[in-house]
């Protein structure tokens, strides 16, 4: 293979793995926009805090968070063997998703579209003492 092939480069890049436990929800019928006001209250807190915040968050985007939360604590203990009282949300973030496209009935025989917006949600896991 030839020196500077785009494969080669592809392999060294995939190498750099990120061992960090972490969980992702795909096509969350939330936006992203309100999905991040409750990202924004969880990211660089600890396990046991953020789900309390998630527990007692009015927003809807908080229940699918503290799912997908528990999600990642459960992949850093079964496959990361790591203790879930030392661990802390080193990484949230939402992603923009596919929008479905929806028509509303108006006056005098309009159309207005409604979107409904999803969104990728990421929660990243890390140790307290591996920073």
Do not use: W
């Amino acid at each position: 293979m030839a020196k500077g092939h785009r494969s080669q480069y592809k392999r060294e890049r995939n190498s750099e793995k990120d061992t960090r436990p972490s969980a992702k929800l795909s096509f969350a019928r939330v936006s992203v926009q309100k999905a991040c006001f409750v990202l924004d209250a969880i990211r660089g807190k600890d396990v046991t805090t953020a789900k309390a915040i998630l527990e007692y968050n009015p927003r809807y985007a908080s229940s699918i968070i503290k799912k997908l939360l528990d999600s990642a604590i459960a992949n850093a203990e079964n496959n990361n063997g790591l203790d879930p009282e030392n661990l802390y949300i080193a990484e949230c973030f939402a992603d923009k998703g596919p929008t479905m496209k929806r028509v509303h009935p108006r006056a005098q025989g309009r159309a207005y579209r409604i979107e409904k917006r999803m969104s990728h949600i990421t929660i990243v896991l890390d140790e307290k003492g591996a920073e």
